[in-house]
């Protein structure tokens, strides 16, 4: 024997977790007792009686109904397996429960650039979307929530800004029903295929606002891909249990599922029990770093396999700044969740859970992914790798480091970072004694100047620019 393997045998690869289906299970059955008893708010007259229609019966309450099983598996076989992100040049990227992978950007409503903190405006959406563009483990650009725009008008100006400045697939935070109309105005002039998403979260326990369901129903019936997420927060607005938040966030997604199946039958959804928060006792805090935030992301992702379903869940941490506490939180999220085979990580680039954006944290956050990522890949154990002859060829007391071996091999075996310091004292105290955080805030505003193209004709930035000129120019809508 010369020591040889299969060359398909890799040395530590690592694989998302099988299914625990008995876990899932119990979940799943306890969320379908939760919509039948009590049931869940629909808080939208035309939808209350949109679901009672198809089979829903109505519950101890205004605007409650009670859900049954059947119409909840109705629903769930009606849902795309597996859907599809395109960028905006219609390249799809497909997500599936078992599938790869994909990182998102972060919602929020602050920015901290060059240490200073402040409201984030439609200038830095500019700016943030073309430096995620630019990050090549960004997948997904987020929508962000602009000062100097008027609320209504968020959701649409967002997605004009960030389809003028990136080619990526887009996902716009929602804001109105009107602006949700106009969302949907919008998707014919790229292309009939999904280049931006939308989603919304349910307020709960056990609640759909008319917000959230008015804007499901204007983007209806034009294959836009919506997120469908749970929000639990552990101990308030969800048994303080990891299980009964689980339980209950997932019933209000399988709520929301049946809502958008109802209003657009077949349109592609995302299960998001990753937004899943514990409530520190001590300090009010809705804490969205911790190990526990990860297990509930764990539990997305298996509840997503198990309704064969792309998961969704949020990489975040309550850290203010680039700091020791935003690497320790974000690093094991994304190692964990990425482990656990959520399929849609949101959370690159964020600070202050969520609320902040930080153009440092996220080419930071970008070298992280590729860190883990090329653990993830583990080494192939073969005849090539192993190696043999070329150890004979050198010899014993030999050196490998000119051996063409090597040099074919040097810049694709290892992990080579762009921020990350591997130069002797003497160099690095040379070069300005920079911290990580430092390196990053500049390779940030060198990206942020670098023009990038956003894959639009003239005619379709023109009318992008009039639909959302028309909609400011209408008297404000809820």
């Known amino acids: 024997m010369d020591g040889s393997v299969s060359p398909y045998d890799v040395f530590f690869h690592m694989s998302a977790p099988e299914i625990p289906i008995e876990t899932a299970e119990r979940i799943h059955r306890a969320s379908l007792e ?8 629909l808080e ?27 119409m909840v598996r109705e ?6 397996k ?11 990227a497909v997500l599936s429960a078992e599938g790869e992978s994909c990182f998102w950007s972060v919602p929020g409503m602050s920015i901290l650039r060059g240490g200073t903190h402040r409201p984030f405006t439609s200038g830095d959406m500019a700016d943030i979307a073309r430096l995620l563009d630019q990050l090549e483990n960004v997948s997904v650009i987020f929508g962000m929530s602009m000062e100097d725009i008027p609320p209504p008008a968020r959701d649409v100006v967002g997605l004009k800004i960030m389809a003028l400045n990136s080619r990526k697939h887009l996902r716009v935070l929602c804001f109105t029903a009107a602006g949700a109309a106009a969302l949907k105005c919008m998707k014919p002039v790229v292309g009939d295929y999904p280049w931006f998403s939308i989603g919304f979260t349910a307020h709960g326990p056990l609640r759909w606002t008319q917000v ?15 997120t469908i997420n749970g929000e639990p927060m552990a101990g308030t607005s969800a048994p303080i249990t990891l299980a009964g938040a689980a339980a209950v966030g997932n019933a ?7 809502v958008n199946q109802l209003l657009e ?17 001590r300090t009010a805090i809705a804490v969205t770093g911790a190990p526990e935030n990860a297990l509930l992301a764990t539990a997305s992702a298996i509840m997503g396999r198990y309704y064969r379903l792309p ?3 949020w990489v975040s941490t309550e850290s203010m700044v680039p700091d020791s506490q935003a690497a320790l939180e974000n690093m094991f999220a994304f190692h964990t969740h990425l482990s656990s085979g959520v399929s849609c990580i949101w959370g690159i680039g964020q600070l202050e859970s969520e609320l902040t954006i930080c153009p440092a944290q996220a080419v930071i956050d970008d070298e992280m992914i590729s860190y883990i990522r090329r653990f993830q890949q583990g080494f192939p154990v073969d005849s090539d790798s192993l190696a043999l002859e070329i150890v004979r060829e050198v010899g014993i007391g030999g050196s490998f480091l000119q051996a063409e071996h090597t040099l074919s091999r040097c810049r694709t075996e290892f992990f080579l970072p762009s921020i990350s310091c591997r130069v002797r004292r003497g160099r690095w105290a040379k070069e300005g004694a920079k911290r990580m955080d430092e390196k990053a805030e500049e390779t940030a505003s060198r990206l942020i100047k670098t023009p990038v193209e956003n894959g639009l004709s003239p005619e379709q930035q023109a009318e992008l620019e009039r639909i959302t000129d028309a909609f400011l120019s209408q008297p404000a809508k809820s």
């Not at 939760?34 to 708010?41: F, H, N, Q, T």
């Not at 039958?265 to 006792?281: Q, S």
């Open 311 to 313: 998961s969704a869940s």
């Open 34 to 41: 939760l919509l039948r008893d009590p049931g869940v708010r």
């Open 75 to 80: 629903a769930l076989d009606l849902c795309p």
């Open 265 to 281: 039958p077949g349109r592609p959804c995302i299960y998001n029990l990753g937004l899943a928060h514990v409530f520190d006792m």
């Open 212 to 226: 959230a369901l008015d804007i499901f129903k204007n983007t209806a019936g034009a294959g836009i891909p919506a």
């Open 252 to 258: 209000e997604i399988l709520a929301g599922i049946v």
């Open 82 to 92: 597996p859907i599809s992100l395109c960028d905006k040049s219609g390249r799809p």
């Open 44 to 70: 939208h007259d035309e939808i209350f009686q949109l679901a009672l229609s198809r089979g829903a019966r109505a519950g101890c309450g205004a605007q409650v109904v009670r859900i049954p099983e059947e």
